[in-house]
């Protein structure tokens, strides 16, 4: 059973959030999800499929991405950046559907900065609940691990993977081109084979018991179509976003005074710090429905 979890935007309802006992209305929000750009969708998609009733704010901050192969210190910033701006919406639970800023700024901020900004809110992540649904899926042991450069140098995946599957034999690779190829619409273009092919090739000689591949990486279900031409039907592909829906309806459930603080009347805005044409057309074609994003400046 995985034991995790997420967030989302916001409309305001007269009823008294019971994380907040003290303010005599606080508002109901929508949960936040935060994304460096489009990757992020292919968990809300999930999330509200999973639980359709609740309100969600969207934030990519296209205009930075890729996080991937920047330094700990500008990931934790920019994430930082976006928690702030979705609390400032109203959001009392983020999640980040981001394994770049999960594996580098979401500890600091849980331990350093949520003290200060709002004990009462919550920032959670992507890595752990993946992590928990794999011991059901390998045969091998043998566990391969795809992510950004980002992802991979912090050792997260290891780490994690090793807490809950001590025997784990587990492989990494980083992929830097696959979130510029998503961010930039070439994901199901022919050129995209190249580098998908290069990576799978390169993580598989490097183990060649691998039977479970990690999408580490919120934009590389967006390439799985490919991704599934070039391995062996031996090979699962351990997708997050229904993983981490399902951690989040069980966070949920587990915590009622914050699913009380959340708000549901199934709406879901989107919020982008490049151009929201641009965002509104990709995230129309990803999540298969009209979008209609709003420009926003972080920083
Ligand atoms: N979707 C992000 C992740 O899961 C991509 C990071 C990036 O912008 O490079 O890591």
Redesign the pocket.
């Known amino acids: 059973m995985v034991k995790f979890f997420i967030l989302l935007p916001c409309t305001f309802h007269p009823v008294s959030c019971a994380l907040h006992k003290q303010s005599v209305m606080t508002k109901q929000a929508p949960i936040g999800v935060f994304?460096?750009?489009y990757?992020?969708l292919t968990i809300l998609d999930k999330i509200r499929e999973l639980m359709p009733e609740y309100d969600y704010l969207y934030l990519g901050d296209n205009a930075r991405?890729?996080?991937?192969?920047r330094s700990f210190e500008v990931v934790y910033e920019f994430t930082l950046q976006a928690v702030r701006y979705l609390f400032n919406e109203g959001c009392h639970l983020v999640i980040l559907?981001?394994?770049?800023?999960s594996a580098k700024a979401l500890r600091t901020i849980q331990q350093r900065d949520l003290p200060q900004i709002n004990p009462e809110n919550r920032v959670l992540g992507?890595i752990r609940p993946t992590v928990e649904s794999i011991p059901g899926l390998t045969k091998t042991n043998h566990i391969g691990v795809l992510?950004?450069p980002?992802?991979i140098a912090s050792g997260s995946y290891p780490i994690e993977i090793h807490k809950l599957f001590p025997q784990a034999v587990v492989t990494v690779e980083a992929c830097p081109m696959w979130?510029p190829l998503v961010e930039n619409g070439e994901y199901d273009k022919p050129g995209a084979d190249y580098f998908v092919k290069k990576h799978l090739d390169r993580i598989l000689n490097k183990d060649v018991h691998i039977d479970t591949l990690v999408l580490?990486?919120?934009?590389y279900p967006l390439l799985e179509d490919k991704m599934k031409s070039y391995l062996p039907d031996s090979i699962r592909i351990l997708s997050q976003g229904q993983h981490v829906a399902e951690s989040l309806k069980d966070y949920l459930r587990r915590h009622p005074e914050m699913d009380a603080c959340c708000s549901k009347k199934t709406s879901c805005r989107f919020l982008t710090t490049e151009s929201p044409e641009k965002f509104s057309d990709m995230a129309s074609v990803f999540l298969n429905e009209p979008v209609d994003a709003e420009r926003i400046i972080l920083g």
Do not use: L, R
């Open positions: 994304d460096s750009g990757g992020g991405a890729p996080y991937g192969s559907a981001c394994n770049t800023a992507v992510g950004t980002g992802t979130v580490g990486c919120t934009h």
